[in-house]
């Protein structure tokens, strides 16, 4: 226990993974609202956010990323592609204006 960070602070120079988490978030659902209408599959979306060879970390936080923003209503899958929910478009249309 001599390692315990009592104050509970972020003691590295890395960001916290709430943070990490939220960058891949928005990255994921940013990508997406950036095509849309086109449609994207998981793995379409997996090589165009990290590129062919991803690892097993990439993907997963890809993943992650996917599995939290169709918890929060901003996407949902059918099959295998990857959608904008319209709350999602309807936001992302009013930031280009």
Known sequence: MADHNPTCEQTSKSP??????????????????????????FEELVREIVGTSPDFSERDQIERAIRDLIASGLLHRSGDLVL?????????????L
């Open 16 to 41: 916290a993974p709430d943070a990490e988490d939220l960058r891949d978030q928005s990255a994921v659902l940013a990508h997406i609202l950036d095509l849309h209408p086109v449609l994207l599959s």
């Open 84 to 96: 904008p929910t319209r709350a999602a478009v309807h936001f992302h249309e009013l930031g280009q």
